[in-house]
């Protein structure tokens, strides 16, 4: 019996992280795009102080650019968007499966055989140096410096 609870609730998990419920009105809740794609009119075209272009022509030309932005995303994400999902979803499941499956494996392997090595390294230098360096320190520790202040 608690078998079977078990593998309900890992059935239910799974269904949950496929279906999460998706935010319509804010489409970017971790703020990706804060300050990189949110371009308006006043961010690409001014006019500055003393050449100004008919009232009529700025207030058209604003609208312009601000309709066109909106529909050719609008038809851009209509007719890449699912397909670029499919390839970024594919990309990131590779990345993921290289990562998983190659790199931290790999990583774990390096390990295990740097801790070998420097078991051999810690021994080849306790061995070698440390009596190499508390000779040089035997020797050197009776070298007196003296500090004078010539006025």
Known sequence: MMA??????????????HCKEIDLVNRDPKNIN???VKVDFEDVIAEPVGTYSFDGVWKVSYTTFTVSKYWCYR?????????LALLW???FACISFCHIWAVVPCIKSYLIEIQCISHIYSLCIRTFCNPLFAALGQVCSSIKVLLRKEV
């Open 34 to 36: 804060e300050d990189i």
């Open 75 to 83: 038809l851009l994400s209509t007719l890449l968007g699912v397909p």
């Open 89 to 91: 979803g594919f990309l």
């Open 4 to 17: 079977e609870e078990h593998t309900d609730l890992e059935a239910q998990i799974v269904k949950d992280i």
